[in-house]
């Protein structure tokens, strides 16, 4: 019987939506090591969040004003 | 587990670490703690990563998907560089259908494109990279070569055709070549590759290697390739006039226990290529009276002497 993940390990599963059994790869790895992966997953997920939201807003500009407002709401962009 | 299939498995985990730094923009050195683990593991955690980040937001990229199905090919194509950024291109391209992804891409400027490539899903890069002109895939590679982005680079090698991949890597450096090389998904497209390099551009390659202290993972390479590739690597090493590279690569193959995939090669070459080979095997008894060194020089010129006639 395996042990039990790591609390970092466990973290990092639910961030990325996976069950803990998908990431072996960290099994036996020290806490602080997957602690530091885990905080490099949520920058770069915090990273895209960013890049889409402000591509998102740039995007709705390139739709005709009478237009803007559907598109807002289609791309789930707030006024900004 | 012989040596050479141990070497290719850590190989192989190293590879999975560099795409995983890739997609988290970090140093691999950072990642260094995966060292260890086995590959497949790592290709896991890789793939669970990027899922994740490709997976986020993929309902809105669909409807601006939806949108650029809309507008003008043109208006899209300046909205995507001068507004959108690489990153949302890169996942509304993922979104779009093949064809709309090319027409699209065709649009933007290569440095742009050049860009987007690094963020885009990897098979869907695969589908849009075969289907766009050679001459934008060949503008487009050598700016990430420029740029040392071999892990994508690897990725439009291993789609197209290989006059168009010689092209991208003219001017590459050995130490690229090496890299984009390991890098490539698909191994079995380097054989081509490696049949139409010129002698003096692998005979550099395997001189980076020797270098560097790279000769297993050359050799792990090597031995990957279909026979035709492996032929050809042992033909030009045999007539390169590199006894110091012969006998490095002689040292490895015997260490790695590489000789079920050498073998092969080595008995499709002519006579005189087998000559060559031999020599340098004898050249490594010239090396030095111990014992270890006379062991190998032995224990080489056995392996050469079954090796059956062409």
Same mark, same amino acid.
């Given at each position: ?7 970092e ?17 960290l ?5 602080e ?5 885990? #905080?490099?997953v ?6 895209? #969040?960013?890049?889409?939201? #402000? ?13 803007r ?9 707030g006024?900004? | ?13 190293r ?13 691999v ?7 260890? &683990? ?52 890169? &996942? ?6 093949p ?23 990897p ?33 439009f ?7 168009v ?39 550099a390659?395997?001189?980076?290697c ?24 042992v ?12 006998v490095?690569?002689? &040292? ?15 008995? &499709? ?19 030095g ?22």
């Amino acid at each position: 019987m395996s042990a039990s993940p790591l609390p970092e390990t466990a973290a990092l599963a639910a961030r990325l939506g996976v069950p803990a059994e998908h990431l072996r790869a960290l099994d036996g790895c020290a806490a602080e090591d997957v602690a530091l992966l885990d #905080d490099a997953v949520e920058l770069a997920l915090r990273a895209e #969040d960013r890049a889409v939201s #402000d591509g998102l807003a740039a995007a709705v500009r390139f739709v005709p004003r009478p237009l803007r407002g559907r598109a807002r709401a289609l791309l789930g962009v707030g006024r900004g | 587990m012989s040596a050479v299939a141990e070497a290719t498995a850590r190989l192989a985990t190293r590879l999975e670490v560099v795409k995983l730094a890739h997609e988290l923009d970090l140093g691999v050195d950072e990642l260094a703690f995966l060292a260890g &683990r086995a590959a497949d593991d790592v290709r896991e955690l890789r793939v669970a990563v990027t899922a994740a980040l490709h997976a986020r937001h993929q309902a809105r990229f669909a409807r601006l998907a939806a949108l650029v199905g809309v507008v003008p090919l043109g208006v899209a194509a300046r909205a995507a560089e001068l507004a959108i950024g690489p990153v949302v291109s890169a &996942r509304v391209a993922a979104a779009l259908g093949p064809e709309d992804a090319v027409r699209l891409a065709q649009r933007v400027s290569p440095g742009f494109l050049a860009e987007i490539a690094l963020s885009l899903d990897p098979v869907r890069s695969a589908e849009i990279v075969r289907s766009l002109d050679d001459r934008l895939v060949v503008e487009v590679g050598r700016l990430l070569l420029e740029q040392g982005e071999h892990l994508v680079l690897a990725r439009f090698v291993s789609v197209v055709e290989a006059p168009v991949a010689l092209e991208i890597v003219a001017d590459a450096s050995p130490a690229a070549l090496l890299e984009v090389a390991l890098l490539a998904d698909d191994r079995s497209v380097l054989g081509g590759l490696v049949a139409a390099l010129d002698d003096d551009v692998l005979v550099a390659v395997l001189d980076h290697c020797h270098g560097t202290g790279g000769e297993t993972d050359a050799l792990s390479l090597v031995t990957s390739l279909d026979l035709a590739g492996r032929t050809r690597v042992v033909e030009v090493l045999a007539t390169s006039g590199r006894p110091d590279l012969q006998v490095a690569f002689l &040292r490895a193959v015997e260490n790695e226990g590489a000789w079920p995939e050498v073998v092969p090669a080595l008995a &499709r070459c002519d006579e005189g290529v087998l000559d060559a080979v031999r020599a340098a095997a004898r050249a490594v008894g010239e090396l030095g009276p111990d014992p270890a060194t006379q062991d190998l020089a032995a224990r080489l010129t056995e392996r050469l002497a079954a090796i059956p006639e062409a």
